[in-house]
């Protein structure tokens, strides 16, 4: 099994574009050689309507790690994900006429 860690402040988690995934709610650790495997990330936005789970982040995705903030990949976000999440507006409904 592997040990998982919740971080003690909330750390924002966001593309190196920009778009807010949400936050770290666990930090997975190798047993064996103590190093930061994966980090669970809770979504907000697009995310919670994709995802039914936390979003898994591997080590390397992480172009930064700071106190507050972690930067990944644009990547980690398939193309497109936002346009997915987002209701289309409803259809103008058809008008039959009744011609007999």
Do not use: C, Y
Not at 42 to 70: F, Y
Request: glycine share 8%; no cysteine.
């Amino acid at each position: 099994m592997t040990p998982r860690f919740s971080p003690k402040a909330k750390i924002h988690v966001r593309t190196s574009s920009g778009q807010a995934l949400g936050h770290v709610v666990g930090i997975e650790v190798d047993q064996d050689t103590g190093r930061v495997t994966d980090f669970l990330v809770s979504g907000q936005g697009v995310l919670p309507l994709l995802l039914e789970s936390p979003l898994v982040i591997a080590w390397n995705q992480v172009v930064e790690w700071t106190d507050e903030n972690l930067i990944v990949r644009d990547a980690v976000v398939p193309a497109g994900a936002s346009q997915i999440a987002v209701a289309s507006p409803p259809a103008t409904p058809a008008h039959f006429s009744d011609r007999s």
